[in-house]
């Protein structure tokens, strides 16, 4: 079929919104109509070449939608469900999935085997020429064709709006808390880079009546939101000093967990510097290819200090996003205050200009249909 996407076909240009050819799902597959897809910075590394993928590629991972067909063998949706995005589609058999760590499956190994749907090959192409997946997921477009342990059903009566951020912000920040680093309650929690992974760290922090929870960004917009979602105590890392700031609220002592949701060596020794003494850095910021940090490891060994990466969270998405729309409905979480744009997918390359300039929240394209 004929859909609308937006196409990356080299970095530094912008993205081509054009009609390309989407195959109908095969085995195992699921044809979604897309609803509505986040704006990530995931994505922008790519388009401004920090990191590299295969191109041309379809954007996009962050979303949901309406089954609109099934392939041979698929059980467990039908056409007409709603689904969330699941951009670690994994394959239930390996050491991960059945020890519980499906955001680690070795059917998602790496990045370029990404780039294809699980059988190597790609359901995009415009003419004679394949256009990649973008992990799995591709759906800064109308129509998107996913593994179906890539769709997790969402009940109808929850706006699609929101299920779209559960696929990537919402999960990879509320689990970074509740899954990676297990933050008991009354554990203090300081958040480096509050966009829209970091304003969820921040919910998953309130979920668990973590306090502190201190708020560090350079944006007073990302901070206010930051407040409104949870945050006790801010700090404007462009004007204040943040590691003395952060020895004041906690007693001197630093935080008890600390959380780089921006993705840089520069945030992420901010996080290294404030925790305290026993304490865990979690990193959560996707950082560009190559980018390292320059830890102390003298420093590591005499304050016992745990650095962990969070990858979707260590997310389980078939049990936690049900989890998420529940606590969303209950009013627990948030979603409706991040999501603070919306534009049509003509307007893909003005949304990523928008979250260049640092606007607060997460923007959302919309697809009408
Ligand atoms: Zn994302
Ligand atoms: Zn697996």
Do not use: W
Not at 82 to 110: K, Q, Y
Not at 207 to 231: H, T
């Amino acid at each position: 079929m004929k859909i609308k996407a937006a196409v990356l076909y080299q970095p530094h240009q912008p993205l081509v919104v054009e009609e390309v050819d989407l195959d109908p799902p095969k085995q195992g597959e699921v044809l979604v109509r897309v609803a509505a897809a986040g704006v990530c910075r995931s994505d922008y590394h790519f388009m401004v070449g920090e990191s590299t993928y295969l191109l041309p590629v379809v954007l996009g991972h962050e979303g949901a939608g309406i089954v609109e067909a099934v392939g041979e063998g698929v059980t467990t949706v039908k056409p007409g469900d709603h689904v969330i995005f699941n951009f670690v589609p994994n394959c239930g058999f390996c050491v991960f999935c059945t020890t519980g760590r499906p955001n680690l499956c070795e059917r998602s190994a790496t990045l370029q085997q990404r780039a294809f749907m699980l059988d190597g090959t790609t359901r995009l192409h415009k003419g004679a020429q394949p256009i990649h997946h973008f992990i799995r997921t591709a759906c800064f477009a109308e129509y998107a064709v996913l593994a179906e342990s890539g769709c997790i059903p969402v009940d109808k009566g929850f706006p699609l709006e929101h299920a779209a951020l559960i696929g990537c912000s919402v999960t990879t920040g509320v689990c970074a808390v509740l899954r990676t680093a297990q933050v008991p309650s009354g554990a203090s929690v300081a958040v480096v880079g509050c966009g829209g992974v970091g304003l969820n760290v921040i919910q998953g922090a309130r979920l668990v009546n973590a306090a502190p929870i201190i708020a560090i960004d350079i944006r007073d917009g990302n901070l206010n939101l930051a407040r409104q979602l949870g945050a006790t105590h801010t700090i404007n890392a462009g004007t204040e000093d943040v590691l003395r700031r952060v020895l004041e609220i906690t007693n001197g002592q630093g935080a008890d967990y600390s959380f780089e949701v921006y993705g840089g060596s520069h945030t992420a020794q901010t996080a290294f510097d404030i925790v305290r003494r026993g304490g865990t850095v979690v990193i959560v910021g996707v950082a560009p290819d190559g980018h390292k940090a320059g830890f102390e490891l003298i420093t590591i060994l005499r304050k016992e200090l745990t650095i962990k990466g969070s990858y979707y969270g260590s997310a389980r998405p078939r049990v936690d996003m049900p989890l998420l729309v529940r606590l969303a409905r209950e009013g627990r979480l948030d979603i409706g205050a991040l999501a603070q744009r919306r534009y049509r997918l003509e307007q893909i390359n003005q949304a990523y200009r928008d979250l260049e300039e640092g606007m607060p929240g997460r923007g959302i394209i919309v697809f009408p249909h």
